[in-house]
């Protein structure tokens, strides 16, 4: 059975899906210059809808947490 989930992202509280990324996976999604700033590439963290689309990729758990709270989103950690 295949459910299809729409998710209309500009929704108040949508759900997101926040996981930690290798550095191998991040490295094929960016330009090879966008991690020149970051400090711990080891600590970064994809900001997904819930149906998968990515939103965001954020430095830091915490600041992936607030980032989603700062735009109304309901974020769930993924492991």
């Not at 509280?13 to 991040?26: F, G, H, K, N």
């Not at 939103?55 to 992936?64: C, F, T």
């Amino acid at each position: 059975m295949t459910t299809e989930i729409k998710t209309d992202l500009f929704e108040k509280e949508a759900l997101v899906y926040i996981r930690q990324m290798a550095l191998s996976e991040v490295s094929g999604l960016l330009p090879p210059d966008a991690l020149a700033d970051v400090d711990d590439p080891d600590d970064l963290f994809i900001v997904s809808s819930a149906d998968g689309e990515r939103l965001a990729i954020v430095e830091g758990r915490d600041a992936a947490f607030a980032a989603c709270h700062a735009n109304d989103l309901r974020p769930l950690s993924v492991h």
